[in-house]
Every structure is written in C-alpha cells, then in structure tokens.
C-alpha cells in the first residue's frame, strides 16, 4: 500500500511527469499483485486446511498451527469401511476409465474419418446432453432405467452410468486427436495390406497414445470424485466409493467428525495429485483437447 | 513389372467436382510415367485411384492384364510413397521400412533383414533405430523409399516425393530417384506439380488439367511442341514467349512488328486470323542491330540464369524475352528474333497449336466442350 502511495506521490511533482509512461505500468504491477495475492490466499487455505487438519490433535475449520499427532489416521484406519470404499474407488474409476477409453477411441475414430452430414452437430448435441444425463436432473429416469436392468447396488450399474455421462465430453476430446493424424498414415497401411482393425492398432492407437491418456485421467479424476451417482445407486455401505462413505463420518453427538474427514480427505486427494504429477512429467501438462490447431 | 492401361475413367466427387473427365492412358512396362498439372487438375486423384484410395466413378483399370478397379488397394501388390513420407511417429526406422512385410506375415528376423537390405542401398545403415523425428527431411525422404522397395511390386506409386525438400536436396534426390528407377525397371507413375521434374525423370509424360490430359508424350516432344498454349505457359523453367499477333500478307504482326510464319503452320492459316505466337526465350536471338524479322524494343530487365542472361525487351504493350550470353545493359535498343524453326503459332480462340487444318481439331474441339 505503501508503494502505491509514493509512486502516486511522485507522479504528481512536475519533475516525473515528463515520464508518466513508466509510472502507469508500475502501478498496474503493483495493482495485480495485490489481487493475485487476495485470490491466491483465497484459494490456498483450503488446501492449508487439508495439510494442518489431519495432524491436529483438535480440528477445526479454521486454519491454525496443528498440535501435531497422527492419531486421527489411527482412528480412521479402525473405521470399518475406510478400506473398502477405497477399494471400490479404485474400481469404479478403473472401470469407468477402460469404458470410457474404449469406447470413446473407436467412436472419435469413426467420426473424425468418415463423412456423414450434420457430423458436427451430433457432436455438440452428444456434448449438451452429456451434462444433462449424469446430472440431477436425470436422476429419477436414470434410477428407473438402472432398476428395469435389475443393476441396482451394483458397481456395474454405476459404471455403466457414469461411462454414459463421460463418453461425450471423451470422444470430443479424442476426435480432436484423432483429426491431427495425417490420413495418409492410414493410407500407407491400406496400401500396405492391414485390415482396418489392424490399421488402429498399430498406427492409430500408439499415435493418439498422448490424447487417450488424456481421456484416461481425465475419466479417473472425474469418477473418484463423483458423489451422487453411487449415492444414489448404490444401497449397502461395503459397496459404497470413498466420495459416498466421508459423507456418513459423524460424532455421536450428530456432529460431523472433523478428525475423520480431515485424515479421510487427506488420503482421498493423494491419487489425484499422484496423477497429475504423472501427467505434468510425462505430458507437460498440454491438455489440448478442443483445441484447433 | 506390369502395364498400366486406364479407360474411360471417371470421378465425380460429391461437391460435383470432375477430378477425372474420361480419361485413357497406357503406361508401359518398366516406364517412367509422369503427371504434371497445377493444383486441383486432378493428378493426384487418378494416381489416389490407381492406388485403390479412390473408387472411379466410372472406367476401368488394369494392372498387368488383371482388372483392378473394384480391388481394395492391399491386394494390388503397389509400393506408394506419400508427400508427407507417412512416416510412422512411433516406430524406429527399421520398423518403419519393415510394416508391410509385418503386415504380409513375414517373421520378424526375415523383416528386419529385409529392411536393413533396402536401407542398406539408400544409405540409412547408421540411422536404422532411430525415429522419424530424429531425422532429417532428406533421410526422412530416403526411409519412405526405403519402404516402398522393402517389398515386391509391381508398380511405384509416387505423389510428390520431392515437394518437401528444400531446392538443392531435391536436385540431388531427383537424380538418385532416376537411377534407382533405371534399375529396378519397376513401372513407376509420379504426380508432381513441378515441370522441371517431370521433364528430367520421366520417360512420358501426361499434362492435365481439368480432370483431362492436355498432352501426352515423351518430355522433349511436350517441352518442343507443346499442344496448346496451356501446356505451353506450363512447360518450361522460362516461361515461353506467347504474343498476340494477326496473319496479314504471308506474315504476322505482332504489335508494330512483321514477323514470318512459321513453315509448319503456312498451310493452315489465313490472312486476318488471330493467333498467339509461342517462343522459347532459349531459341530467341537478341541483337544488337535492327534486322529483318526481328522485334525491336528497349531491354527493361536482365536476369543472370548462370551461364546466360534473360533479357526482357519491351515496346509498348509487347514484352518479350530471350537468353543472352552478353548483358547488353538496361535501356538500350535491342532486337529480338524469334528463331523461326522453332515457334509455334496458337489460335487466339481455343489455343490449339496451328499445325493442322482447322476441320481436324474440331473433334477435339468438340470433346474439349463436351
């Protein structure tokens, strides 16, 4: 504050004002720091939270110097379905993922090769009602749906599901890549005497490998932080995802056991930061789905 | 080694586009064919449909007496090098050179021989587990020759191989293409948009235009006696000369100039028609006096070609060029003579090449409209 105040001071004596052009940017510097730094520290409590939290022998929600132990992840390994719905984490996304991926390849494939009228607006269409199909809205037919095929609290159901709500956003994201292969990779192999199926796997799939991991931990990320549909989906608490069990950690007392959620939190965002580390080193971090170039 | 005869060969892209208007051509056993023509006169479409890319509308192909128009393109038993060398991104060199035979079921120590023995003629022994991008456009433009020999066939497929190397390169590759071809007396058919290739390698060639083959014939007979003045403006490093002139008493003017016809073309005109005289600046004289038969101007350009100069010599509305072996130095007078055993004479209406009464052409004339 103290800056912008001397440099105003300044700007006024007739001795700078022969070069203004220098002081309008520095106080348009100095401006954005001061909201980078607002919105910065907005943002970054949170995250402090989830870093002191856990080792606080005494959460609150507030951010604070922890009196460090690590009782709290003793108490929350001695909850019965800590490791279950871990588990089942790990296999709703995993499952979801190879759908998705599968799926989402050959579908970008057909639709960036071949010629069929109205291609783009299938598309933007499929893209609109992707939001629209895993949201609220869509629960109570999507329930209805899931309990004619008699796949109520069962993790195929769920996959099923969320696959459904993904796909769109998926193949958009692939046909993207798939529209950067040059056609006459593919013409080489057609010359050359491979079948389609054998044209996609030794040419199209190494080629696009970057865009399908895209869509891979981009279909895990989304999964493991889904809420509403295995909530809703699912029945017995042994099958539920992690998402769905920190929302059942309460105190006796009926009040939302801050020990827990914070050491659960804390285990329940490290596969997340793991993967876009892995992302980040191995791609650089160029999501460049949707992008024309 | 197989001849190539197409018939009647049709395609209309869905947008109406005539990328083939009936088209018929035999290329020959062992020949190097070449097809010339500027963008869009469909070249690469008719080497897309002998490759089995694209399916004609209409016509056929045969390939070594064998009827291959419906034939999908893996079972034609043709190498096809691409543009862009379609260079596999992921694969080392030697699996590059070696997918075909991968695809055709060949044991891997059996490809990977194979491959190291085309590469071994191209020069790339060093590079063999390397990728594309470790490359360079010239090695690059060698590994996708190297996997067009790496297996048998019967005919060389080649869509602008050289359009991606830089001038010097490409001469140099131009020459190697050449010989390799002389060797191997595998039928080969080259698209390129560029005339001086064509007229160096091929040993016939085709100008098209418009999904129709201007000109057929072998390189000196299309470079010396081009067919129409399209394929005159095409042919050749220099542009030819093309001036409007008019037949008037047993010669032409062209501008305030006299000039005699040629012999060949004496029979077929008359006096007061239109007609566009064809000279290349290589057979043009550019003198220094006035002299009969010449045009006469003030040089306005001189470029250095190397071992000669291109001289442009302007009157008016009328530019002319020729080669000299002085530079005679700009603003001077100069007199141009055109070199009359070689110029042709065009008819200002439908550029046909005056070599012929007029009632012979009007069949073609009529094709041509149709």
Known sequence: ?293 | MAEVTISALVKVFPNGARAADGLDLTIRDGEFFALLGPSGCGKTTLLRMLAGLETPTGGTITLGGQDVTRLPPGKRDLAMVFQDYALYPHMTVTDNIAYPLKVRKVAKDERHAKAREAAGSLQLEELMERRPGQLSGGQQQRVALARALAYPTELFLFDEPLSNLDARLRLEARTFLKRLQTDLGVTTVYVTHDQSEALALADRMAVMDAGRFRQVGAPLEVYQRPSSRFVASFIGSVPMNLLPATVADGGLRVGSNRVPVPAHAREHVAAGDEVVVGARPEYAELLAEPADDALAGTVAVVELLGTEYLVTVEDGDLSVQATAPEDPGIGSRAWVRLGERHTLLYRADDGELVDAPRAASARDQMVAAG
């Open chain 1, 1 to 293: 504050m103290t800056a912008t105040a001397r440099t105003g001071a300044r700007a006024a004596t007739p001795a700078t004002a022969a070069r203004p052009p220098v002081v309008g940017p520095l106080l348009a510097r100095v401006g954005f720091y001061v909201f980078a730094l607002v919105v910065g520290a907005f943002f970054a409590l949170p995250v402090l939270w989830l870093l002191t939290a856990p080792f606080d022998a005494d959460p609150t929600l507030s951010v604070a110097v922890p009196s460090l132990t690590l009782s709290n992840f003793a108490a929350m390994f001695s909850n019965p379905y800590v490791g279950s719905s871990l588990r089942n984490s790990i296999l709703l996304s995993l499952g979801t993922m190879l759908l998705v991926v599968t799926a989402a390849a050959l579908c970008a494939y057909a639709l960036s090769r071949v010629r069929i009228p109205g291609r783009d607006l299938l598309l933007y269409i499929l893209l609109l009602f992707s939001s629209v199909v895993s949201g609220t809205a869509a629960m109570v037919p999507l329930f209805q749906l899931i309990n004619q095929f008699g796949l109520i609290n069962t993790h195929t159901g769920v996959m099923l599901v969320l696959a459904g709500g993904l796909l769109p956003a998926g193949i958009f994201i692939l046909k993207d890549f798939m529209d950067s292969i040059p056609p006459s990779y593919e013409e080489f192999a057609r010359v050359a005497g491979a079948s389609p199926l054998q044209t996609l796997r030794d040419v199209v799939v190494p080629v696009a490998r970057p865009g399908l991991a895209v869509v891979a931990v981009w279909t895990i990320v989304n999964v493991w932080g889904d809420f509403l549909i295995p909530f809703i989906l699912l029945r017995s608490p042994d099958k539920a995802p992690a998402a769905v069990v920190m929302f059942n950690f309460y105190t006796e007392g009926g009040q939302a056991n801050l020990r827990l959620i914070s050491a659960y939190s804390f285990l329940y965002s490290i596969p997340v930061v793991v993967m876009y580390l892995f992302v980040n080193r191995r791609y650089g971090f160029r999501f460049y789905g949707g992008i024309k170039r």
